[in-house]
T-cell receptor, first 113, second 112 residues
Framework: EPEVTQTPSHQVTQMGQEVILRCVPI?????FYWYRQILGQKVEFLVS????????KSEIFDDQFSVERPDGSNFTLKIRSTKLEDSAMYFC???????????FGNGTRLTVT | RKEVEQDPGPFNVPEGATVAFNCTYS??????FFWYRQDCRKEPKLLMS???SGNEDGRFTAQLNRASQYISLLIRDSKLSDSATYLC?????????????FGSGTRLSIRP
């Protein structure tokens, strides 16, 4: 069964550094998403992406964040100048047209020290 | 009011019991609804979609009440493997179906 894959599984970075989280969505899916989950808290919507542009974003997704689909397979989340409170599990998801349901990757655990 | 609201639990029930969760949503124009389950430190996985007429998948039954803006999940003959957090998920209307919001989840623990 096709899967959404995310790399790395765990990323440790120092406060103020930039990180790029990578995702390879399922190949025939057209809608892509990033969610985050702070330990012990709910899964929070960050952004959705369709047709090479952001279609929805939450209030969490401020100028610190950006997304990109640099080629036909990868979907990335960049976090600039990381803060301690950015520490969380970041999930990528994709869905076929029309969405949903969502298919999630295994997540990247980001630890900001 | 939260967009999607769930009783956080935890629900602690014996194996074989029937358990039900409710979820309410605030946007009356919401279009589609789902239940996901999440095991500890794992990604959410789709359990079932929720259809207007209600639907069943084995021991799991989902219902939608649009008038009252809630959805429910019923688990019959619960198994130890049903222990997880159950997430209510709503596709918020007003976009190209691309803003999908999760409830905070209801924790279920099945005891032998």
């Amino acid at each position: 069964e096709p899967e959404v894959t995310q790399t790395p599984s765990h990323q440790v970075t120092q406060m103020g550094q930039e990180v790029i989280l990578r995702c390879v969505p399922i190949s025939n899916h057209l809608y892509f998403y990033w969610y985050r989950q702070i330990l012990g808290q709910k899964v929070e919507f960050l952004v959705s992406f369709y047709n090479n542009e952001i279609s929805e974003k939450s209030e969490i997704f401020d100028d610190q964040f950006s997304v990109e689909r640099p080629d036909g397979s990868n979907f990335t989340l960049k976090i600039r100048s990381t803060k301690l409170e950015d520490s969380a599990m970041y999930f990528c998801a994709s869905s076929p047209s029309p969405p949903p349901p969502l298919h999630f990757g295994n997540g990247t655990r980001l630890t900001v020290t | 009011r939260k967009e999607v609201e769930q009783d956080p639990g935890p629900f602690n029930v014996p194996e074989g019991a029937t358990v039900a969760f409710n979820c309410t949503y605030s946007n009356s124009a919401s279009q589609s609804f789902f239940w996901y389950r999440q095991d500890c430190r794992k990604e959410p996985k789709l359990l079932m979609s929720v259809y207007s007429s209600g639907n069943e998948d084995g021991r799991f039954t989902a219902q939608l009440n649009r008038a009252s803006q809630y959805i429910s999940l019923l688990i019959r003959d619960s198994k130890l493997s049903d222990s997880a957090t159950y997430l209510c998920v709503v596709n918020i209307a007003g976009s190209s179906a691309s803003k999908i919001i999760f409830g905070s989840g209801t924790r279920l623990s099945i005891r032998p």
